[in-house]
């Protein structure tokens, strides 16, 4: 089964740039899997960041932004604030009707 | 504004089978825009793909979970429902009924979730 892979933890400065990213186990993520961005903070359901690669969901700051860099789907946050302090999950469309979730980034921002 | 809303019950004993209801307000089920889905979140650990229901009534699950699940509408009262049969332990988790945007591929608009625990 595919496999989708980021990094399970990334610390960022306050005010600083940072990038997650999604690959896959086997193969290159691109703009054909949609990708999707979700934040989550503990005890709260995930709320949408980015789809379809580099669209903000509504009322998504601009300082979120989506991309394809290299084989990999990314999620850049510029400027990072501390409640930017969450879980970030990427997903993917497979095809058929189905999707697979990566493992989730947990951002510290210290 | 399209709004969802869990409900079922917080406690299933292990080998029966979890049922949860999911209703729709702010928008009908019978829209083409939209498939409807099921998440899970085990306790301490990622989000999980159940599977999607379309207007249609094709259904689409995660094939680690396939020989458990059905996803089903109730267009009348416009809900759609999970059943996970044989549950375990390993089921305990905070479940997500989700509309997942049929043209861009996302899971758009979340309920709040709810609690199911596997226990005798």
């Known amino acids: 089964q595919t496999v989708v892979t980021q990094e399970p933890s990334f610390s960022v400065s306050p005010g600083g740039t940072v990038t997650l990213t999604c690959g896959l186990s086997?193969?290159?993520?691109?703009?054909?899997?949609?990708p999707s961005w979700y934040q989550q903070t503990p005890g709260q359901a995930p709320r949408t960041l980015i789809y379809?690669?580099?669209t903000r969901s509504s009322g998504v700051p601009d300082r979120f932004s989506g991309s394809i860099l290299g084989n990999r789907a990314a999620l850049t946050i510029t400027g990072a604030q501390a409640d930017d302090e969450s879980d970030y999950y990427c997903?993917?469309?497979?095809?058929?009707?189905?999707?697979?979730f990566g493992g989730g980034t947990k951002l510290t921002v210290l | 504004q399209l709004q969802l809303q869990e409900s079922g019950p917080g406690l299933v004993k292990p080998s029966e089978t979890l049922s949860l209801t999911c209703t729709v307000s702010?928008?009908?089920?019978?829209?083409?825009?939209?498939?409807w889905g099921w998440l899970r979140q085990p306790p301490g650990k990622g989000l999980e793909w159940i599977g999607n229901i379309y207007y249609s009534g094709s259904a689409y699950y995660n094939p680690s979970l396939k020989s458990r699940v059905t996803i089903s509408l109730a267009t009348p009262k416009n809900q759609f429902s999970l059943q996970l049969s044989s549950v375990t332990a390993a089921d305990t988790a905070v479940y997500y009924c989700?509309?997942?945007?049929?043209?861009?591929?996302?899971?758009?608009?979340w309920g709040k979730g709810t609690t199911v625990a596997v226990s005798s």
């Open positions: 989700v509309s997942v945007s049929f043209y861009f591929c996302y899971m758009d608009v």
């Open positions: 379809s690669t580099n």
């Open positions: 702010g928008g009908s089920i019978s829209s083409g825009s939209y498939y």
């Open positions: 086997s193969g290159s993520v691109s703009t054909n899997y949609y």
């Open positions: 997903v993917l469309y497979m095809g058929s009707g189905s999707w697979v």
